[in-house]
């Protein structure tokens, strides 16, 4: 299997999901590699677990991210409707 046919299956699954899910389903994926690396640290070698606690370190960023956005945009919406 190539990097471009993992590239393709991660295009199928993104094809899935909603836009409404994809807040909520961050999170819950950034739990799932958590889960899976705690399981598996003894397990990986050194620079496959680096490399997806690297991965898992982007995907948190990014769910910071969208949450302090929904965060700022809320207060907007809340000062904006008051005036």
Do not use: C
Request: charged share 30%; no cysteine.
């Amino acid at each position: 299997m190539s990097p471009d046919d993992v590239i393709e299956m991660f295009r199928k699954h993104a094809g899935e999901i909603s836009l409404e899910a994809q807040g909520p389903m961050l999170a819950n994926v950034i739990q799932e590699l958590a889960e899976l690396l705690a399981d598996s640290r003894g397990r990986l070698p050194k620079e496959t677990f680096e490399a997806l606690t690297r991965i898992g370190g982007v995907l948190f960023r990014e769910g910071e991210s969208q949450f302090f956005a929904r965060t700022d945009v809320d207060a907007i919406m809340k000062t904006s409707h008051r005036e």
